[in-house]
């Protein structure tokens, strides 16, 4: 499973790190990506990490604006910021994925967002 | 990116109906597709991977088809807690995006 931090309320110019501690499966074999949700809004996928080289990607939207990184000794996944802006204010959630090689019993890739955190909630406000 | 189109956004739909939401790829990305359920004040939920295969768990009333930029999830008999908001998602090339999202009502 998937534990993430708890909810934040911050100020503009904050910095914050949020966290997503995995258990039950090895994560170093997993991506674990980090997806936003504005309140009344779809999901957005910021970007991905792979624990076990530290490969990252970002999307092009997040990318410069926040920072993914992970702590293999304690099985965690981390999304942070070093100046929040009131447009951060939103649902954070971390998954997981497996890698393009984990097929199932029929041989399809199991390429998917298949374990998902409960969500962290950051509020940005003065 | 690959932009993600998903239609209808939302559909009114009675228990026992059959429901399908559409999710088209600006380009081709095979069979790289999954589809997610979210109900209100939850994290999302996988149903279906690799565009036609079931996650272990979810009922078989839902099904997903498609490959190349045209894929469809489609359930079969609508159950009352079925009532969300769905979303497709391609996972062929980074970045990984999401459809708009597909909200189904209670007609």
């Known amino acids: 499973q998937l534990v993430q931090s708890g909810a934040e309320v911050k100020k503009p110019g904050e910095s914050l790190k949020i966290s997503c501690k995995s258990s039950?499966?090895?994560?170093?074999?997993?991506?674990i990506g980090w997806v936003r949700q504005k309140p009344g809004k779809g999901l957005e996928w910021m970007g991905i990490?792979?624990?076990?080289?530290?490969?990252?990607r970002y999307s092009p939207s997040f990318q410069g604006q926040v920072t993914i990184s992970a702590d293999k000794s304690i099985s965690s996944a981390y999304l942070q910021w070093s100046s929040l802006k009131a447009s951060d204010t939103a649902m954070y959630y971390c998954?997981?994925?497996?890698?393009?090689?984990?097929?199932?019993?029929?041989?399809?890739?199991?390429?998917?967002?298949?374990?998902w955190g409960q969500g962290t909630m950051v509020t940005v406000s003065s | 990116d690959i932009q993600m189109t998903q239609s209808p956004s939302s559909v009114s739909a009675s228990v026992g109906d059959r429901v399908a939401i559409t999710c088209r790829a600006s380009?081709?990305?095979?069979?790289?597709l999954a589809w997610y359920q979210q109900k209100p004040g939850k994290a999302p939920r996988l149903l279906i991977y690799?565009?036609?295969s079931l996650q272990s768990g979810v009922p078989s009333r839902f099904s997903g088809s498609g490959s190349g930029t045209d894929f469809t999830l489609t359930i079969s008999s609508l159950q009352p807690e079925d009532f969300a908001t769905y979303y497709c998602?391609?996972?062929?090339?980074?970045?990984?995006?999401f459809g708009g999202g597909t909200q189904v009502e209670i007609k």
């Open positions: 998602q391609q996972a062929n090339t980074f970045p990984h995006t």
């Open positions: 690799a565009a036609s």
């Open positions: 990490i792979h624990p076990g080289d530290t490969d990252t």
């Open positions: 039950g499966y090895s994560f170093t074999n997993f991506w």
């Open positions: 998954a997981r994925k497996p890698p393009h090689y984990y097929y199932d019993s029929n041989g399809n890739p199991r390429d998917a967002y298949d374990i």
């Open positions: 380009q081709d990305i095979g069979g790289w």
